[in-house]
């Protein structure tokens, strides 16, 4: 009889050795502009329900989802995460004004980025503040500027703009 339970347990044992469990993992994860770009996740093997939360660099937004989990079919939940740089709209051209640098009013700009209206002489940017005339906007964090854009108010003296020669150094007048 033990020699049958021996035979039993030797077939067994035979036969069930072929089955073999595979563990689950997910590839690796990478997104430009993430802090970290792998993300950060709950387990370094990235093995079956492991979660990887991503968070981007400052001057960017997250798009896609913000966390994700490896599922057993080796791949991971949710849609791609992908961090987009935040810009601000192209400027308006503005009546008598000049923007610079002039790629302001020809395309978004990125965060952070600045741009001066300058008015001609004779012209400010604000009717209550005369001695104003020009005004610096900056792009923020939330992909708006800082302050509205600028009119010009005043009169023209002459036919061209401003008659005086404008110098710029870093984007700012000398």
Known sequence: MVNRKL???AFLLHTFSVFHCNSISCPALFVSNADPPTGICSSADLSYQTYCSFKCLTGY????SEVRVCQ?????SGTPSTCEEIRCP???S???ATV???ICGDQSMKFYSSCTFLCPDGFTTEVAAPHIA???LTCQLNGAWDVQVPQCHG????ARNSGRPTCFTNMSPL
């Open 7 to 9: 035979a039993f347990l």
């Open 61 to 64: 937004q997250l798009k896609g």
């Open 90 to 92: 192209k400027l308006p």
């Open 100 to 102: 610079v640098p002039s």
């Open 94 to 96: 503005v009546k008598y």
């Open 72 to 76: 057993h079919d080796k791949t991971w």
């Open 155 to 158: 009169k023209l003296r002459n």
């Open 134 to 136: 020009s005004r610096v």
